[in-house]
């Protein structure tokens, strides 16, 4: 499966990220993902989709290089980025060669305001002040809300404006790639619609490639071009975001819904007994 997932995806166009058949080990000992290979094309929109525990966030963290700190190592396989190996990059190294990740739960600096946090993000720039304020134009064209709430200080801003300072922080550093960790954690659905959309706008409108990990499927697929689901650290489904959609199995345990009508949580928990693709 993981080699056919990553040629149909490659005809989506050129290849920006590659992982290849990677295993993760936590503490020397825990094995959390287990021959996990996916492809991001160019200019795409990828999810990551599986419920908590799935190693959506342990598969972002391996591409940024982020599992050092939690004592975590990819012990298998190999990770190319605009074809280039990069277990051996700080996750310094991935920002300025322009990949970048938002990390899951909206972090801020809560003492500096909302401009002082995106200001952050521009340290790895080399066009100087120019270049700066033409980024932080952009970010408030896009996020119009954060240029509202510019001098508060962002421990005082709303979940949804503290997501979107991250990731408006994200692009000051100029990234071709996002990785983007649960965007729609914790904010209220009409919050998580105009996330998505701006995301959505950000891919057509400046190139910004995403890869997104998100327990929230429907909308997931929504915004997606493709999706690879994650169950207990492997891929066990992947397709294009509109046959995710359609396909019955994704529908009754991931969307809740089946050709009986909307199935209880309580009536999903023993999916893993009779669910067709394991």
């Known amino acids: 499966m993981a080699e056919a997932a990553l040629n149909q995806n490659a005809d989506q166009g050129e290849i920006i990220l590659s992982v290849n058949n990677i295993e993760v080990v936590y503490n020397h000992v825990i094995l959390v993902l287990k021959g996990v290979s996916l492809a991001v094309p160019q200019g795409g929109i990828v999810a990551i989709l599986g419920a908590n525990g799935a190693g959506k966030t342990t598969t972002l963290k391996a591409i940024s290089n982020l599992l050092n700190a939690e004592r975590g190592e990819v012990t298998k396989g190999s990770i190319e980025f605009h074809g280039e190996q990069v277990d051996s990059m700080t996750p310094n190294d991935l920002v300025r060669r322009g ?85 729609s954690m914790g904010l209220a659905p009409q919050l998580v ?29 929504k915004y997606a071009t493709y999706g690879y689901i994650l169950e207990s650290g492997r891929v066990v489904m992947d397709g294009d975001a509109k046959s995710l959609r359609e396909n019955d199995d994704v529908k009754e345990f991931y969307l809740g819904v089946s050709e009986e009508g909307r199935k209880s949580f309580k009536d999903a928990k023993s999916y893993k007994r009779r669910k067709r693709w394991l």
């Open 99 to 183: 990949c970048i990740q938002v990390m899951e739960g909206r972090h801020c600096f809560e003492h500096l305001t909302v401009e002082e946090n995106l200001l952050t993000g521009a340290y790895t720039r080399t066009d100087g002040r120019a270049g700066v304020n033409q980024a932080l134009e952009m970010v408030y064209n896009y996020f119009p809300r954060l240029r509202e709430r510019r001098t508060s200080l962002a421990g005082y801003t709303s979940g949804g404006e503290q997501q979107m300072t991250a990731i408006g922080r994200a692009l000051m550093s100029n990234p071709s790639m996002i990785l983007l960790d649960e965007p």
């Open 193 to 221: 619609e105009e996330i998505f959309e701006i995301v959505k706008k950000l891919n057509q409108q400046e190139g910004v490639t995403f890869l997104l990990a998100e327990q929230n499927t429907n909308v997931a697929l």
